[in-house]
């Protein structure tokens, strides 16, 4: 459905409304990973993977950990264990079909990223997976990503969308888990059966 607005067509055209971007811009991007890309490895408990299918379906997913979610196993090769989930695996599905994928690594408190672009393969029974144990359970899955490009990203969207500002939090704004749940997804349990799926008890599961 045609909205309305004129379609960006060249690199030209968006060039002139974007502008050129700074040499400093351009000589960030590198093809290893610096002393200071593991810091910031070591410290980053959440990580966004984008991926697409051999058709061009594109999926976006978060990994979650303790701080140091992301394995290092040299300058241009990390791992991301697999933990349980809710089985879709879409992401890993377009892996099968397209190995390459986008990685953005985030520090709670910081409006500056780490961007990870590069290919990915799904391995198990890899030998390091006993040093990605975390609360008894050892992943018997990882994506393993080949750094093709890693590069820090600034912070103007975060510092724009105010993330990190408790006085910018509303997390009354949409309904509560469960109601959003037995509207869309579970129609045949109640909110009483939700809110007890969704509740304190959730987090007891997050590993098993």
């Not at 500002?165 to 909110?191: F, G, I, K, N, Q």
Request: glycine content about 10%; aromatic content about 6%; some cysteine.
């Amino acid at each position: 459905m045609d909205h309305g607005g004129t379609p960006v067509t060249s690199a030209r055209e968006l060039a002139g409304l974007v502008g050129a971007p700074t040499p400093a811009a351009l000589r960030k991007v590198r093809t290893r990973l610096h002393g200071l890309d593991r810091q910031w490895l070591a410290a980053s408990p959440l990580c966004f993977v984008a991926t697409a299918d051999g058709d061009g379906h594109q999926d976006v997913s978060p990994k979650g950990d303790p701080a140091g979610l992301a394995h290092v196993l040299d300058d241009v090769t990390i791992a991301i264990p697999e933990r349980p989930g809710n089985r879709r695996a879409d992401g890993f599905h377009n892996v099968l079909a397209n190995p390459h994928v986008g990685l953005l690594f985030v520090i709670p408190g910081r409006g500056d990223t780490l961007r990870v672009n590069g290919t990915a393969r799904l391995l198990r029974g890899v030998p390091y997976a006993e040093e990605l144990r975390v609360r008894g359970h050892v992943p018997r899955l990882v994506l393993e990503v080949t750094v093709e490009e890693v590069f820090h990203h600034c912070s103007k969207a975060f510092l724009r969308s105010r993330t990190w500002d408790p006085d910018a939090w509303t997390p009354d704004a949409m309904p509560r888990r469960a109601v959003l749940a037995r509207t869309l997804e579970r129609p045949e349990d109640s909110l009483d059966v939700l809110d007890a799926h969704y509740g304190p008890r959730y987090a007891e599961h997050l590993y098993g």
